[in-house]
């Protein structure tokens, strides 16, 4: 079947009540037959439940669905994205070992790796994400992981998962993906080499601003490591949120196809407006690494980013003249959403930092939602007449 069938179609074994959805296994603990049973599940002999904390019928369900999908041999659920990279450093970093990513990611993200990696005697590089040249050369002896996100957030900067995966062989390096952005129906970064692909749950996956989630998926060994760290340390998803996100799974497709449309559509519409410097989209041609987003994505996703040429003080009165879309910290919403990354999620870095990774005073990042397409551009043109 096909990965977008197989999301729909997976689905815990049915109880003596025959239901068509899965049911909620809202329950901390599972029990069993005997002392032999339980022996053998703390012994990790079978697969029986123990605690959920470890595993629960939902969680396994929806990170069954996430397997199909990205193509990965196993798959382990957490209560947030950020614990969902955290665990995928933690887990495989150890005193000592270097970490190389690319520059321009998540502000909490981070915030991880420059403050609390080096707690822990890791070293960490950054290189650009637009800049494959420099790559090579950033990698040190004691490297042992490559982290990135493409489409990169907020800045739609791309890299070339082909590259960088064959780099990452080359050296016998972790390729870890942040895949958030682009969802695992518009892009794949395991068939290109990607040992680990982690997503924050609560954005494109749950897709109507709900609930939290995050989960790391790709080859088994190494998703071992991360279930036995996570099984110790608890940031586990809860069952119902895991029952709402595999449920959300089985609409992502259609879902980010009209995303994507509309994000295109608003993309070409405001691209030469007189108030807007420049303007970043995967699938217009004016992006600089327009052909890396045609090679290894499906569509250009539901991301747009501009920069006002007025700057902050721009910036702030665009966000409040917008009358429909919403002032919000999430992204991936059936709403449209609008964020000044310099005074939210991106303010704890310096204002170096911000310039190094291209998140200048007058940016904006736009989460085009499912709304018709033209009553988002009209609330985007009002306020940009205001600002």
């Not at 970043?280 to 539901?302: E, V």
């Not at 999430?330 to 709403?335: A, C, M, S």
């Not at 989460?367 to 551009?377: C, I, K, T």
Request: charged share 20%; aromatic share 8%; proline share 5%.
């Amino acid at each position: 079947m096909h990965p977008t069938t197989k999301a729909i179609r997976i689905q815990t074994e049915r109880t003596n009540e025959m239901e068509h959805a899965t049911p909620m296994f809202l329950t901390s603990s599972f029990c069993f037959d005997n002392a032999e049973d339980m022996r053998a599940a703390f012994a990790d002999e079978t697969d029986d439940n123990i605690y959920s904390r470890f595993s629960n019928p939902n969680v396994q369900e929806f990170t069954d669905k996430i397997c199909a999908l990205e193509g990965a041999e196993a798959a382990f659920a957490t209560a947030s994205g950020m614990s969902a990279v955290f665990a995928s450093f933690m887990a495989l970093l150890k005193q000592g070992d270097h970490l190389l990513a690319c520059n321009s990611i998540f502000g909490s993200t981070h915030t991880i790796i420059t403050k609390y990696l080096p707690k822990y005697g890791i070293e960490y590089s950054y290189v650009s994400a637009d800049k494959p040249g420099e790559w090579a050369a950033a990698i040190k002896p004691n490297t042992k992981m490559i982290y990135i996100e493409t489409p990169t957030n907020p800045g739609l900067d791309l890299v070339d998962l082909e590259m960088v995966g064959r780099l990452a062989k080359e050296h016998n390096l972790i390729l870890n993906v942040d895949n958030c952005f682009a969802t695992p129906v518009i892009q794949t970064p395991i068939q290109y080499g990607a040992d680990l692909v982690v997503h924050s749950a609560t954005k494109w996956i749950d897709g109507q601003g709900r609930v939290l989630g995050g989960v790391i998926a790709g080859r088994k060994d190494l998703i071992k490591d991360i279930y036995l760290f996570c099984r110790s340390t608890g940031p586990s998803l809860s069952p119902f949120n895991a029952w709402v996100l595999s449920k959300s799974l089985e609409t992502l497709d259609v879902r980010m196809e009209r995303h994507s449309n509309n994000a295109f559509y608003l993309a070409e519409k405001l691209e030469n407006h007189p108030k807007i410097s420049w303007l970043k989209y995967p699938f217009l041609p004016s992006h600089p690494q327009y052909a890396i987003a045609r090679k290894q994505m499906q569509s250009g996703g539901g991301i747009v980013c501009f920069e006002l040429a007025g700057g902050l003080d721009s910036g702030r009165k665009f966000l409040d003249a917008l009358k429909m879309l919403s002032l919000t910290a999430n992204l991936g919403d059936t709403r449209s959403i609008a964020s000044h990354p310099a005074s939210t999620t991106h303010a704890k870095l310096t204002e170096a930092e911000r310039q190094a990774v291209n998140i200048t005073p007058g940016l904006i990042r736009i989460s085009v939602g499912l709304e018709h397409r033209d009553d988002v551009l009209n609330d985007i043109l009002q306020a940009l007449e205001l600002c």
